[in-house]
């Protein structure tokens, strides 16, 4: 079973310690997105638990929390976003210098093979120009040099609950069209080959298929077949949309519990339930956030292993 840590929240950077305290209690328990009243129970043995993915733009709370996932037998690694943007548009963030002086201060402890950077959203607008971003990405580029193996460009998506807030930030595009996504694509392809960094697109893209760029997955099948030293048998995730390439995975995390506050983010909804959530958050609790009462119907959500046993004859 993968763990996704998670695409609803920032758990390195704000519930860490509640992540390591669920995992020395073997179990955790998650809400259904759509229905608050139904929870899933995921079982966190190692035996169980082939790899941990971590999702994240600041990871530096969690980097003294390392040992501790080592010492409990835990195969993972991170996918870290560094943006083009500043406090401006992620006033949670630290700035970015010592955002990538985390970065650098992770592969070096972990490896640059178990450190993807995601460059992720990018709005291209008349405030915010290709050549903007293109300058911001060659600094990340020069920074980053040889810590990480892999770059992964996303595109803004301007999803229906968060376009109001999108509408009232300057120079904020809305989603791209073909012909642009084509155009950035193939500028930081060849931006990203003069520092030796292969660049992949998150998802496999209908405009790009024609191009050398390749779709990756985030929950990455083949990464996690060398980072575990064994093959998996294991499904796409139909839950997933269809130009995902992500292997299946139990995320953990819940919505509207990030407080980097980044004006584009999807997982969040209002600044109420925001603040609610967060009161609500507890370390000991099994739950990010809350706690089930007597009418929640909490079902089975753990899988085994998806390693493969069965020798195989060369």
């Known amino acids: 079973m993968i763990i996704s840590a998670s695409r609803r929240t920032d758990i390195p950077a704000f519930y860490s310690e509640w992540l390591i305290n669920r995992l020395r209690a073997g179990e955790v328990l998650y809400p259904n997105p759509w229905n608050p009243k139904r929870f899933y129970r995921v079982a966190l043995a190692p035996g169980h638990v082939d790899c941990i993915v971590f999702w994240t733009k600041n990871p530096g709370p969690m980097l003294e929390r390392l040992g501790a996932l080592d010492e409990l037998g835990y195969n993972y690694y991170f996918s870290f976003t560094i943006t083009a943007y500043g406090q401006d548009l992620e006033p949670g963030l630290p700035r970015k210098a010592e955002v ?20 992720d959203p990018v709005a291209i607008s008349a405030a915010r120009p290709l050549d903007w971003h293109l300058e911001r990405f060659r600094f990340i580029c020069e920074r980053l040099g040889g810590a990480t193996e892999r770059c992964i460009v996303n595109f803004i998506k301007s999803y229906r609950h968060i376009a109001r807030r999108l509408a009232l930030v300057p120079g ?143």
């Not at 996690?224 to 995902?244: E, F, R, V, W, Y």
């Open 100 to 119: 990538l002086d985390t970065f650098l201060r992770l592969a070096e402890r972990l490896g640059p093979r178990r450190v993807d950077w995601r460059f």
């Open 172 to 314: 904020m595009a809305a989603e791209m069209d073909g012909p642009a996504i084509r155009a950035a694509v193939l500028a930081f392809q060849a931006l990203a080959a003069e520092y030796a960094l292969p660049l992949y697109t998150c998802t496999e893209r209908e405009e790009l298929r024609d191009l050398p760029v390749k779709g990756c997955a985030c929950i990455d099948k083949e990464k996690i077949a060398a980072i575990t030293g064994s093959a998996l048998k294991i499904k796409k995730d139909s839950g997933q949309p269809k130009n995902c390439n992500c292997v299946e995975s139990a995320d953990i995390g819940m919505y509207g519990t990030c407080a980097h506050g980044c004006v584009y983010c999807y997982a969040n909804g209002s600044e109420d339930a925001l603040r609610r959530r967060i009161a609500g958050h507890r370390s000991e609790s099994p739950v990010l956030t809350g706690r089930p009462d007597v009418r929640t119907v909490i079902a089975e959500r753990t899988r085994p292993s998806h390693k493969e046993t069965q020798l195989k004859l060369c």
